[in-house]
């Protein structure tokens, strides 16, 4: 089995800088990845790790240590659209990804 | 739309009654796995599919649910005899293949009520 831990609750203001972290352990990693989840939608893909080190794509990054089996979700530039839920899901060797109970993000003026 | 649909969208059941699920993936995807999602937590794995074959199954709870995709494409998640404790958003998602960076498109759910 997998144990995947985030934190439930962070708050942050616009135009700010915030990192969501997500601790795992595994047998056979095979892959990270983050998913943002709007109240009442489905998941929607942000990011895959699946080599050590940081992986930017415009406002969001995420970084990967998986000696460590740690991962952090970076967010820039915060807007009140990205109040959501943010999902860490692990893949291992049987290719399912198993998902964290997610963190939600409040994003305030 | 080219996204993943899933209907209905909200189905309101009495305790006891049986209930199916449906879920049509992107096309050509190859693999398809079902999620129940309680409020205010991550999609708990159900069962997933590799064309028709089930692969793994291990995530559904009772022999109440049993989940099938004959041909390789629509699946459909049937709960028999439903609880209430069955009450929770059911989520599909599909993804090109299992393996890589291929991420998974998630359909927006059946919300199932049990009376």
């Known amino acids: 089995g997998q144990n995947i831990d985030q934190p439930t609750e962070m708050t942050a203001t616009e135009g700010a800088i915030v990192q969501i972290n997500c601790t795992y352990q595994t047998s056979g990693f095979n892959g990270l990845f983050w998913y943002q989840q709007h109240a009442g939608e489905a998941p929607t893909f942000l990011s895959y790790?699946?080599?050590?080190g940081l992986e930017e794509k415009g406002r969001f990054s995420s970084f990967l240590s998986r000696s460590k089996g740690y991962s952090y979700l970076l967010l820039k530039e915060l807007q009140m659209k990205d109040s959501a839920s943010y999902l860490c899901a692990v893949r291992d060797r049987s290719y399912i990804p198993t998902f964290g109970r997610g963190t939600s993000l409040i994003v305030h003026p | 739309g080219a996204g993943v649909s899933q209907s209905p969208r909200y189905k309101v059941a009495k305790r006891g009654q049986d209930v199916a699920l449906r879920c049509d993936p992107i096309s050509g995807h190859v693999s398809l796995f079902w999620y129940q999602q309680a409020l205010g937590q991550g999609p708990e794995f159900l069962t997933y599919?590799?064309?028709?074959?089930?692969?793994?199954k291990s995530g559904l709870p009772s022999d109440r649910f049993f989940a099938e995709r004959p041909e390789g494409s629509v699946s459909t998640l049937k709960i028999q005899r439903t609880q209430q404790e069955d009450s929770a958003v059911y989520l599909c998602?599909?993804?090109?293949?299992?393996?890589?960076?291929?991420?998974?498109?998630f359909g927006p759910g059946t919300r199932l009520t049990v009376l």
């Open positions: 998602a599909s993804s090109l293949t299992s393996g890589g960076s291929n991420e998974q498109f």
């Open positions: 790790n699946v080599l050590d």
């Open positions: 599919f590799q064309n028709e074959a089930q692969l793994d």
